[in-house]
């Protein structure tokens, strides 16, 4: 966890997370990427208890702010959701079309070599930036706008609801990729 104060001690809170690729590489260019992603949080609101807020898919990093239901807990869902969709994506970059390939795959395995936490490809950072929104009394609505409005910040889209891979869909009356609770 270098680097990062926030730890999860509360198993069944909301959470506001931030999950990124090492290195702050740039994946998620491709929608297919970006689909595993919302796949896995679908799989994970089904079968794992995973009470999901607001997220968003940008190109380098994912926020969410979710809890997650007994018995599995925060540590356990992120733990599993992130080792699945590591092996996932790194699959789709050996067998599809992927112009930065080799490049990729030599910065995941640099990365796994360095760390020693994984045996071939490491694609998450170990810290989630897990903040516990009741332990430190923050408005989930603050953190649900923050995540909403990364890419309007970040210039993909003029209106915060236009944005496919995020929530922000489901707040003004849409429906959006994934299932969440609105908050």
Excluded at 78 to 102: C, H, N, W, Y
Aim: aromatic share 14%; charged share 25%.
């Amino acid at each position: 966890m270098a680097g990062d104060n926030y730890f999860i001690k509360d198993q069944y809170t909301p959470y506001f997370l931030t999950c990124t690729i090492i290195r702050w590489i740039d994946v998620f260019t491709r929608k297919s990427y970006k689909d595993i992603i919302v796949e896995s949080l679908n799989y994970c609101v089904q079968h794992k208890g995973l009470e999901l807020y607001a997220w968003v898919i940008m190109s380098n990093h994912i926020h969410l702010v979710a809890k997650v239901k007994p018995p599995l807990g925060m540590s356990g869902f992120l733990r599993d959701f992130k080792k699945f969709t590591s092996k996932k994506i790194v699959a789709a970059i050996i067998e599809g079309p992927e112009s930065r390939q080799d490049w990729l795959l030599d910065k995941f395995n640099f990365e796994a070599r360095r760390t020693r936490r994984t045996e071939n490809y490491k694609f998450w950072k170990d810290d989630n930036h897990a903040i516990d929104l009741d332990q430190y009394q923050i408005d989930m609505q603050e953190k649900i706008h923050y995540i909403h409005n990364n890419p309007v910040r970040a210039g993909l889209v003029h209106f915060l609801e236009d944005y496919v891979y995020s929530s922000a869909a489901d707040y003004a009356d849409k429906v959006g990729l994934v299932k969440v609770c609105v908050a």
